[in-house]
């Protein structure tokens, strides 16, 4: 099922642009380690063209092109490319699947979260010409206040590979449904369905420069655009170190940044659960998307009495996962992105041998695939948590256990970590699961589920996890400025002075 990958320049102001030092970047198939096509590498030189066009885009005609539109307007273009998403549906999956290596029947679901994403933002663009002028009840009669909500500028958007178009839908979407333009920084892990967005944007008529298309390394590429003076915001998801940076740099001219970071996650199982169901969710939670998620629930805390039982379940799930090519039908996890990413997971799994775990289950390369980055769903058990497994961020398939006795345990144990994205509590008593959920140090909590998320619900950690939301209306506030408007409405002199 595979195509050909389509060779692609840097898209900028509406155009294709070769880099500026011509360089490109070889495209690894992670499934077959082959080399299957090539994108451009942008600098500081491109950075430069592109923030200037957006820009230049953002100020056009006084803004009337697109900044100062209504919310109405822009929600037409939204609704295009949603449009235009769903027509190119099995285009852009095919795309994906070669590039990220993720199972086919996933990144189905990711292409049309990309089209809902759109279609909801369009809504909310909409909602956004309500919000205008909003009345604030003020002391004194004699003043009369409002708000308005304005785009708040050029934006710089950086994305990760494990969702490649979705985790960029979630930025440019609510950016452009707020009035700003952008200059997006997919990973050069997997772009090709980010750049192939820009002739989507072409196709529906998005006026020149209000999406720019960059692909290229962090350091050439993505260091630029957070630093630069034109830039007025950043929008980032990746690791916490990256994160860390972003942020100094950002704090170099007071710019604000969303942050999106990793995450260490805790599933908490209490005894009262169905086995196969919670069994189920576990795996899903950690497995999904090849393990490569930042609130993969990879640390599992299950009550003592069950541990044995539900442990053996996990195996015999586990041991049902299809581990094959993603194109092949039933898959269930694919390769890893790169070598890179494939020696550090393999490196986790014998640390966590050498500092006395069990690897229970898989931790290994599985034995039908010589090539590609394959690991095994990997459980591994008798964990302390002084151990490098626990604490770390893997961003892989494999998923730590550990047993509690009491709720209280359960708790310090789940919050036991410097990262807050996410949670997982699985339990038929529902009065516990919401005294669990309260007492959690994250920003999103499933309850008797584990990694279901939707545009329409905020999105964001706590701790080292990041700040900020994305998604749902909390997610266009990122991308406004809120001006606070007060008139004198009495035509009477104020009085404070004496008249001359």
């Not at 449009?83 to 990711?110: C, H, Q, W």
């Not at 229970?360 to 090539?371: D, I, Q, V």
Request: proline share 6%; hydrophobic share 40%.
């Amino acid at each position: 099922m595979s195509i050909p990958i389509p060779c692609r320049q840097l898209f900028i102001d509406g155009e294709w642009r070769e880099p500026i030092k011509k360089n490109r970047i070889p495209i690894i198939n992670p499934s077959t380690e082959e080399i299957i096509g090539e994108i451009p590498a942008a600098t500081a030189e491109d950075v430069e063209l592109a923030v200037g066009a957006a820009r230049q885009a953002l100020k056009r005609n006084k803004g009337r092109d697109w900044a100062a539109t209504s919310g109405a307007h822009r929600a037409r273009y939204l609704r295009a490319i949603a449009a235009k998403i769903s027509e190119k549906r099995d285009y852009f999956v095919k795309l994906e699947t070669m590039d990220s290596g993720k199972p086919l029947d996933e990144v189905m679901l990711d292409i049309d979260d990309v089209s809902t994403c759109f279609e909801y933002f369009a809504g909310q663009a909409e909602a956004l010409d309500t919000k205008q002028k909003y009345p604030v009840k003020l002391p004194m009669e004699r003043f009369k206040s409002h708000v308005l909500r304005q785009p708040i500028g050029v934006v710089g958007l950086i994305s990760l590979w494990n969702y490649p178009l979705l985790m960029a839908t979630w930025k440019i979407a609510p950016a452009l449904a707020a009035g700003c333009t952008a200059v997006l920084k997919p990973s050069e892990l997997a772009s090709v369905t980010c750049l192939e967005f820009g002739e989507v944007c072409n196709e529906v008529g998005l006026p020149p420069g209000v999406l720019n298309i960059l692909t290229g390394l962090g350091p050439d590429a993505g260091a630029p655009l957070v630093s630069h003076p034109d830039v007025d915001k950043v929008a980032f998801t990746g690791s916490s170190a990256t994160g860390s940076k972003v942020m100094a740099s950002a704090a170099q001219l007071v710019k604000p940044v969303t942050l999106e970071l990793g995450g260490k996650s805790p599933i908490v199982v209490f005894e009262d659960v169905d086995l196969d169901v919670a069994a189920e969710w576990t795996i899903f939670g950690c497995f999904w998307t090849n393990g490569q998620i930042c609130s993969a629930t990879s640390r599992l805390l299950v009550h003592e009495s069950i541990a044995p039982e539900f442990v053996d379940k996990l195996v015999k799930w586990s041991e049902k996962i299809k581990i094959f090519d993603p194109f092949e039908e039933g898959c269930r996890l694919g390769p890893v992105i790169s070598k890179n990413q494939y020696d550090k997971i393999m490196k986790y799994i014998s640390t966590a041998k050498s500092e006395g775990a069990t690897i229970l289950f898989g931790g290994s390369r599985p034995e039908h695939l010589k090539k590609g980055y394959f690991i095994e769903p990997t459980i591994i058990t008798d964990i302390s948590t002084s151990m490098q497994i626990w604490k770390e961020e893997v961003f892989g398939p494999v998923l730590c256990v550990k047993t509690f006795s009491t709720e209280d345990e359960a708790i310090e144990l789940a919050n036991d970590t410097e990262y807050g994205l996410a949670a997982a509590v699985l339990s038929k008593d529902l009065d516990r699961c919401e005294r669990v959920t309260k007492a959690l140090e994250v920003g999103a909590v499933w309850v008797n589920c584990s990694q279901p998320c939707f545009c329409h619900a905020p999105w964001g950690g706590v701790k080292r996890s990041g700040f900020g939301r994305e998604l749902g209306e909390w997610g266009i506030e990122n991308y406004l400025n809120i001006k606070q408007v007060t008139s004198d409405i009495s035509n009477e002199p104020w009085g404070w002075y004496k008249s001359p």
